[in-house]
């Protein structure tokens, strides 16, 4: 059974920083892909980043931009997201998401384009 496994989320005062790791466990397939969303109480899951692990093109939500970094490992098939200049809006839980096969770049946001999920890390930031 693919598992994704995500850790490095916490606690943290705004401005500060995490880095959030992404790695499978058990089977493992080669990704084409991997993306990291998030969910806040009350929301729907929304897109935050997302890496071409071959290529390593990038994808960013807007409110990602400048502050997210999303970096990658095809060997490895695992996936990272350094969050700095963090704010209590990015308070949500963080899932790790992994696609064997990406057609269209253009749909790397949307959560159907992932066949595989991880279970989610906690990011509270504090005000």
């Known amino acids: 059974q693919v598992q994704l496994v995500e850790s490095g989320g916490g606690l943290v005062q705004a401005g500060g920083s995490l880095r959030l790791s992404c790695l499978p466990s058990?089977?493992?397939?080669?990704?084409?892909?991997m993306g990291w969303f998030r969910q806040a109480p009350g929301n729907e899951r929304e897109f935050v980043a997302a890496?071409?692990?071959?290529?390593?093109?990038?994808s960013y939500t807007e409110n990602a931009k400048g502050r997210f970094t999303i970096s990658g490992a095809y060997a490895q098939n695992t996936v990272y997201l350094q969050m700095n200049s963090l704010k209590p809006e990015d308070t949500a839980v963080y899932y790790c998401?992994?696609?064997?096969?990406?057609?269209?770049?253009?749909?790397?946001?949307?959560?159907?384009?992932?066949?595989?999920w991880g279970r989610g890390t906690q990011v509270t930031v504090s005000s």
């Open positions: 058990g089977r493992t397939h080669s990704y084409a892909a």
């Open positions: 998401a992994a696609a064997q096969i990406l057609t269209d770049w253009n749909t790397i946001s949307v959560p159907d384009s992932y066949g595989y």
């Open positions: 890496i071409n692990l071959r290529s390593e093109r990038t």
